[in-house]
């Protein structure tokens, strides 16, 4: 559970009672965009805790384009948001322009939002650039009362961009994926867990762990949890975190000197003096 400064839970609070009658208001008179993206930089101030004058940009150029807002801390640019009018549905098409945004200007986070609507997409820049949908707000649904819906506001507050919290909160939502999870299930590791558990209940039985493998492959896990790029990239991801923590348990200078000890014990076992061994009398 996160945990909200007590200051910062009241402005949310505030800050959804006062504005839900204005967004209200604003659709049922179908305003327009520009009147959209001067709501939702009063929102960001006074909702989410930004500087309207210092960390609040508007018209930020992209290579000869433009991105409605952009939010910078520390001078450093942190989240594009994209713009669209109140009355407007979030289409794939808005999607793809404020991703491509991002990737030409190597940002990781991108909000699009209607005023109404608040979507927030995590920009992985692999090869090809891929992203994913981490959160949606309905801003007219929320409950000041309801702490998940704090909690909600509170991941692209100032104070929760400062404390990588939206950070976090993607890397939990990421590791209970079923891409992930999946990944896991089929790692060595948990393999050999597997088959060790399966000998208690057949000793007599030989089972290796490519057949387990091969049983949850074709079994038991769906085909859409192991292939496609967001698989691949779980499943690299865990390899990487696998080797990564097989370095830290085995240094670089414990590693060689299991190498020198293991090639050693070769060439002492190649020169060691062959035993003759005593003939049989027929």
Do not use: C
């Not at 006062?18 to 965009?33: C, F, G, H, M």
């Not at 949850?216 to 192991?226: H, I, P, T």
């Not at 390899?239 to 190498?259: F, G, H, I, S, Y």
């Amino acid at each position: 559970m996160i945990v909200i400064p007590a200051k910062v839970k009241d402005r949310l609070t505030t800050g959804i009672k006062k504005y839900q009658p204005v967004l209200v208001t604003a659709k049922s008179r179908d305003i327009n965009e520009s009147d959209t993206v001067t709501i939702i930089t009063d929102i960001l101030s006074d909702v989410f805790g930004f500087d309207k004058f210092l960390e609040i940009t508007s018209e930020y150029a992209i290579r000869g384009t433009f991105v409605d807002l952009a939010i910078k801390l520390g001078g450093t640019l942190q989240i594009l948001i994209e713009v669209k009018a109140i009355g407007l549905g979030l289409k794939d098409s808005f999607v793809k322009q404020a991703i491509d945004y991002a990737a030409n200007q190597g940002i990781e986070w991108v909000v699009l939002s209607n005023g109404v609507t608040w979507q927030i997409y995590k920009v992985s820049f692999s090869k090809p650039i891929s992203f994913d949908l981490i959160l949606e707000i309905d801003f007219l649904s929320l409950n000041p009362r309801n702490p998940d819906h704090l909690e909600n506001l509170y991941l692209l507050t100032r104070e929760g961009i400062g404390k990588s919290i939206l950070e976090k909160y993607h890397a939990q939502k990421q590791a209970l994926s079923r891409f992930f999870i999946g990944a896991v299930i089929l790692s060595n590791g948990v393999l050999t867990e597997i088959r060790k558990e399966l000998r208690k209940i057949s000793p007599d039985v030989k089972i290796d762990t490519e057949q387990i493998k091969n049983v949850l492959v074709q079994e038991v896990l769906k085909r859409d949890v192991l292939e496609g790029e967001k698989a691949d990239e779980a499943r690299h991801k865990i390899e990487k975190m696998t080797k990564k923590l097989t370095n830290k348990k085995n240094p670089p200078d414990v590693r060689q000197a299991n190498n020198l000890n293991e090639s050693i014990t070769t060439t002492d076992k190649a020169n060691s003096p062959t035993v003759a061994q005593p003939l049989n009398k027929s």
